[in-house]
T-cell receptor, first 113, second 113 residues
Framework: DAGVIQSPRHEVTEMGQEVTLRCKPISGHDYLFWYRQTMMRGLELLIYFNNNVPIDDSGMPEDRFSAKMPNASFSTLKIQPSEPRDSAVYFC???????????FGPGTRLTVT | AQSVAQPEDQVNVAEGNPLTVKCTYSVSGNPYLFWYVQYPNRGLQFLLKYITGDNLVKGSYGFEAEFNKSQTSFHLKKPSALVSDSALYFCAVRASGNTPLVFGKGTRLSVIA
């Protein structure tokens, strides 16, 4: 298996623009997680899905952030409009019920200027 | 609510010496405990986990961790450090069930030749 795939790996955009981050989980996994990592706040859970259904989005910082999982093999995290304070590395992870550990993608480094 | 504390931001150790990265946790009920490692510009990689059974858990790359219920600790150890072990290490906990992982802030390990 190729592992969790994220695209793009790097994104540079201007303040006010829409940003879409993409994730393909490991085939067969039924949980998908979106995290944000910054030096100041460490690793934060933004939202997670079970069987494509959002379970907890309490970590989503504000309404500018939205996430979808239209099917078992694809998820998006969208920021509209983006702001400089959104600059961070965004990770997607997936897991299978009963196996406990999560498998992380390589991350998307977002820079908003 | 569960939480994880990694009291050291940075740990320095000489190559060949034993290393310990500390972690304490707080959770209701029996904990599921994990260690992850992050190399520069990479996602988190699973190292080892404690679910039940022996308190000493062995994982990848020669790492091990000891679960201590009375001290609510799960310290990561390795008998002989390598320069290539230099990375960011995260401890994580979840309560039993399907709750997501809660990560500590991470400890940067530097192994000096």
């Amino acid at each position: 298996d190729a592992g969790v795939i994220q695209s793009p790996r790097h994104e540079v955009t201007e303040m006010g623009q829409e940003v879409t981050l993409r994730c393909k989980p490991i085939s067969g996994h039924d949980y998908l997680f979106w995290y944000r990592q910054t030096m100041m706040r460490g690793l934060e859970l933004l939202i997670y899905f079970n069987n494509n259904v959002p379970i907890d989005d309490s970590g989503m910082p504000e309404d500018r952030f939205s996430a979808k999982m239209p099917n078992a093999s694809f998820s998006t995290l969208k920021i509209q409009p983006s702001e400089p304070r959104d600059s961070a590395v965004y990770f997607c992870a997936s897991s299978l019920l009963g196996t406990h550990e999560q498998y992380f993608g390589p991350g998307t480094r977002l820079t908003v200027t | 609510a569960q939480s994880v504390a990694q009291p050291e931001d940075q740990v320095n150790v000489a190559e060949g010496n034993p290393l310990t990265v500390k972690c304490t946790y707080s959770v209701s009920g029996n904990p599921y405990l994990f260690w992850y490692v992050q190399y520069p510009n990479r996602g988190l990689q699973f190292l080892l986990k404690y679910i039940t059974g022996d308190n000493l858990v062995k994982g990848s790359y020669g790492f091990e961790a000891e679960f201590n219920k009375s001290q609510t600790s799960f310290h990561l150890k390795k008998p002989s450090a390598l320069v290539s072990d230099s990375a960011l290490y995260f401890c994580a906990v979840r309560a039993s069930g399907n709750t997501p992982l809660v990560f500590g802030k991470g400890t940067r390990l530097s192994v000096i030749a």
